[in-house]
């Protein structure tokens, strides 16, 4: 069976795709901090899906968490999903600067560092890949967690085109809102955010597997975020940034 190892797999958009990619027959690595959680989680998709799991209990933002991980991508696995990432409550200077520090080493190095380390594996078998999730607010001005989200986007287009034709394609998703516990932990206030901009977890991930196995470069799950998207790429960059700034960055 083909092995995917998911970085914060046990909730929100990691936990779905462990079970979109556990029902395709994938053995899994999740990769999470809470070890409580994860064996909960393990139990769960071998009990459901009957596939192996293993649990890796790393913090992304350690260099001891890195290491670890990077040994377990470099060990061989045929899909890497980074996804693991939090929100800073507040707006630039209202954040600790090593929070926003933090925030670089678990969306930047570990996306990098892990890429690195399983793709020679995967372009040796010729097969596999690599997702690499950011955001819609990548393609607009949204402080270090836009300008983060931003670089895994051009990141992930700079590793796609350097390894074209070895069978192994690499993809940035990007989701607009999406009902997990991210806005909770980053003590968000939604509240105002109309139903009709939020996502299904469980559907945005089926959207992002159908995309990576097209081909596609880079992933907008949601006909409304397409069109937010392209839109975007049509008003002036002041005012599309003016506009990001303010949607959903209430905080309680």
Known sequence: MPTALITGATAGIGAAFARRLAADGFDLVLLARDEPRLAGAAEEHRAKYGV???????????????????????AGVDLLV???????????????????????????EAVLRLTHAALPGMIKRG?????????????????????????????????????????VNVMALCPGFTHTEFHDRAEMDMSGLPGFMWLDADEMTD?????????VRVSVPGAQYKAIVGLGRLVPRGLAGRLSSRTGRKYR
């Open 82 to 108: 980074n996804n693991a990432g939090f929100g800073n409550k507040g707006r630039f200077l209202d954040v600790p600067l090593a929070d926003e520090l933090t925030m670089l080493k678990v969306h930047c």
């Open 207 to 215: 959207a992002a597997v159908r995309d990576f196995r097209r081909g």
């Open 52 to 74: 192996a799991v293993e649990v890796l209990v790393a913090d992304l933002s350690t260099e001891d968490g890195l290491r670890a991980a990077e040994g377990r991508a470099a």
């Open 127 to 167: 097969r596999g890949g690599v997702i690499n999730v950011a955001s819609v607010a990548a393609f607009f001005s949204r402080g270090t967690y836009g300008a983060s989200k931003a670089w895994v986007v051009g990141f992930s287009e700079g590793v796609g085109n350097d390894i074209a034709g070895t069978g």
